[in-house]
């Protein structure tokens, strides 16, 4: 079982930035890895993925260019680097991890085999 925890969440003015921490146990340095958020009444929708190697990243319309995905082997561990905040940014954010290296399918929630429990962003 891998266990996700979110941390860096907290509330910022708009144009702002905030950096998210996903830290995974045991091990999930092979894995494809996103970042999704979900505002109240609607549903979860993907922010931005990195595969196993890294190698590939993937980014929704509505942040790229703001956001920056990036993992870190030696702590396995990702991080979303958020600038120029919106307060359409404003949801919990999640991690996630898949059983594959490969994102196939980074932006469906059921492509994702594990969850963190979310951390608050509120930008006013």
């Known amino acids: 079982q891998v266990q996700l925890v979110e941390s860096g969440g907290g509330a910022v003015q708009a144009g702002g930035s905030l950096r998210l921490s996903c830290v995974a146990s045991?091990?999930?340095?092979?894995?494809?890895m996103g970042w999704f958020r979900q505002r109240p009444g609607q549903q979860r929708e993907a922010v931005a993925a990195?595969?196993?190697?890294?190698?590939?990243?993937y980014y929704s319309n509505s942040v790229k260019g703001r956001f920056v995905i990036s993992r870190d082997g030696t702590t396995n561990a990702i991080h979303l680097q958020m600038n120029t905040l919106e307060p359409e940014d404003t949801a919990v954010y999640f991690c996630?991890?898949?059983?594959?290296?490969?994102?196939?399918?980074?932006?469906?929630?059921?492509?994702?085999?594990?969850w963190g429990q979310g951390t608050q962003v509120t930008v006013s």
């Open positions: 996630a991890a898949a059983g594959s290296a490969v994102c196939r399918q980074w932006d469906v929630v059921n492509f994702y085999d594990f």
């Open positions: 045991p091990y999930t340095g092979s894995s494809c």
């Open positions: 990195i595969s196993g190697s890294g190698g590939l990243i």
